[in-house]
């Protein structure tokens, strides 16, 4: 079993920028492929980046590609996503995923508003 716990949601104006973390237990967080997705709303559930265990390979969804960047600290657990640029449509509940065992865990989610 994996917990996640994300931090660092909020309010911000359009433009303005947010770091989101998400705190992970296990005692092997390196080999866990990490993500993020989002849920605006009246929307679906969508991809927004991950991060490969081994390697660190990224990936982006389209819509946030050259805004938002994902990291990752083995030594600490932990994943985070710098995001950048923020747009109204950013507005979501963002969720950390993590991939492990060919299981998904789930974050409760942490709420990011953007504001023209």
């Known amino acids: 079993q994996v917990q996640l716990v994300e931090s660092g949601g909020g309010l911000v104006q359009a433009g303005g920028s947010l770091r989101l973390s998400c705190a992970a237990s296990?005692?092997?967080?390196?080999?866990?492929?990490m993500g993020w997705f989002r849920r605006a709303p009246g929307k679906e559930r969508e991809f927004v980046a991950r991060i490969i265990g081994s390697g660190g390979r990224t990936y982006y969804a389209d819509s946030v590609k050259g805004r938002f960047t994902i990291s990752r600290d083995n030594a600490k657990n932990m994943v985070s996503v710098e995001m950048n640029s923020l747009k109204r449509e950013d507005t979501a509940v963002y969720y950390c995923n993590a991939r492990f065992g060919g299981v998904n865990y789930w974050g409760q989610g942490t709420q990011v508003t953007v504001s023209s």
């Open positions: 296990g005692r092997t967080f390196s080999s866990y492929d």
